[in-house]
């Protein structure tokens, strides 16, 4: 899985189970909600400072964003 894939789907999985819109998570993280669309759909590519900022707004260090779910770790 590529690096991309991997924080878009690990953003909407900690979004979905926190129950937030991209609107909320994007007014917390201070970007704008077509940007947050577009990293959930693997359109923008993101700064560290960005992935910094999501994982601040899930309680989460940085690093974690872009851990492969379990069923991809060894694939």
């Given at each position: 899985m590529m690096l991309r894939q991997t924080l878009a789907e690990n953003l909407?999985?900690?979004r979905k189970a926190r129950q937030m819109s991209q609107r909320e998570v994007?007014?917390?993280a201070g970007l704008s909600k077509s940007?947050?669309?577009?990293?959930?759909?693997?359109?923008?590519?993101?700064s560290l400072d960005n992935i910094g900022a999501l994982a601040k707004v899930f309680g989460v260090q940085p690093y974690v964003l872009l851990i492969p779910p379990?069923?991809?770790i060894y694939n």
């Amino acid at each position: 899985m590529m690096l991309r894939q991997t924080l878009a789907e690990n953003l909407k999985r900690l979004r979905k189970a926190r129950q937030m819109s991209q609107r909320e998570v994007a007014e917390r993280a201070g970007l704008s909600k077509s940007f947050v669309s577009g990293v959930e759909r693997t359109a923008v590519n993101i700064s560290l400072d960005n992935i910094g900022a999501l994982a601040k707004v899930f309680g989460v260090q940085p690093y974690v964003l872009l851990i492969p779910p379990r069923d991809d770790i060894y694939n």
